[in-house]
């Protein structure tokens, strides 16, 4: 994997190894995210999907291996600088303070960013949730998939606003339909598709397969802390490759032109009493 030079905007991660519990969550991972794509990061539970996203986040530091954001080092980089460079929806994300959702929305914009032009990207980031209706609202007062929404926005506009200032390269997404009904998933895929067009990376944890199909550019399918496909989405999105990881026979179709549908055939049978 060719290293990225002074100044290149890359995001990557070479030879990552993390050991969690005495298991490694990740075993000699490489991978190489460019703007202007979005990549799904895809496979069972236990693969390693979050801890990948949490070392190129900055947010856990691999054992072994390199991760480099824009060139850099996410751990010689101050928490400001870091924050502009990147964005993240963790999976279970949380409000430390009692936040109505336009303040929740707002955290992640740099006071360098003039107060009128902040105020317009937490308004667009909300809009474009479709959350207007609850700008004022405490986020405690939320359903689930509208708290899941909130925290989509606040990475949204903490990435609108690196851009403003010149960096905002990567917006890095851990499962970001959970909860979410079809119309808002659907949003979801819009928003990573919009990000991507405006120039910037998108990585996203995902376990649909058909959302992946229906978001990214190229898929990443990981097994045991391991990258064992990652290519073009229709490349890696085949029964031959998935079956194995998945173990579970599964019908790859295109219901639509330029569209991809994967659907598992669950068997039904009843576990059997020990």
Not at 129 to 150: D, I, K, M, Q
Not at 188 to 207: D, S, W
Request: proline share 7%.
């Amino acid at each position: 994997m060719a290293a990225a030079q002074e100044g290149e905007t890359m995001l990557e991660a070479e030879g990552l190894v993390v050991t969690l519990g005495g298991s490694r969550a990740l075993d000699a991972v490489n991978l190489v995210l460019a703007p202007g794509e979005v990549v799904a990061v895809i496979g069972p539970n236990g693969a390693g999907k979050s801890t990948l996203l949490a070392c190129l986040s900055g947010a856990l530091r691999p054992d072994a291996g390199t991760v480099r954001i824009d060139a850099a080092d996410p751990a010689t980089l101050s928490a400001t600088e870091l924050g502009r460079r990147r964005a993240v929806l963790e999976q279970a994300p949380t409000a430390a303070a009692p936040f109505r959702l336009d303040e929740l929305v707002s955290l992640g914009i740099p006071r360098k960013v003039p107060p009128f032009q902040a105020r317009q990207i937490a308004r667009r980031a909300i809009e474009i949730l479709g959350l207007g209706s609850f700008r004022r609202r405490p986020v405690s007062w939320l359903s689930g998939g509208e708290y899941h929404r909130a925290h989509l926005a606040r990475a949204l506009a903490q990435l609108w606003a690196g851009r403003l200032l010149g960096s905002g390269n990567w917006l890095l997404l851990d499962e970001p339909t959970a909860s979410l009904d079809l119309a808002h998933q659907n949003a979801v895929i819009g928003v990573a598709r919009a990000v991507a067009a405006e120039g910037a990376g998108v990585l996203t944890v995902v376990h649909d397969l058909t959302l992946a199909a229906a978001m990214a550019d190229r898929v990443v399918l990981m097994e045991a802390g391991r990258i064992v496909a990652c290519g073009p989405t229709r490349r890696v999105l085949q029964p031959a490759i998935l079956e194995p990881v998945y173990q579970l026979p599964l019908a790859v179709s295109e219901p639509w032109p330029g569209r991809l549908a994967v659907t598992p055939l669950f068997a039904g049978e009843a576990l059997e009493n020990p």
